[in-house]
């Protein structure tokens, strides 16, 4: 599956594969990938309120 949307892939995806410039530059599970602030800034990606949410959550922990 090819998502557009990473709201819809946090949501939806087991697995998240990012790209750029046809490299791989993270593959991992959503939560993973996507509240590594280096990975979502190097990928130009806004971090999705469920990410942001995770992240909040671990830190607390």
Do not use: F, W
């Not at 949501?11 to 990975?39: E, F």
């Not at 800034?41 to 469920?50: F, G, M, N």
Request: a positive charge; hydrophobic letters at 45%.
């Amino acid at each position: 599956m090819r998502a557009l949307s990473v709201e819809l892939a946090a949501k939806y995806a087991d697995r998240l594969i990012i790209l750029r410039r046809g490299r791989i530059i993270a593959d991992g599970s959503p939560v993973d990938v996507l509240t590594n602030d280096a990975i979502t800034r190097d990928a130009k990606l806004k971090t999705p309120l469920i990410a942001q949410l995770c992240k909040h959550g671990n830190k607390k922990s």
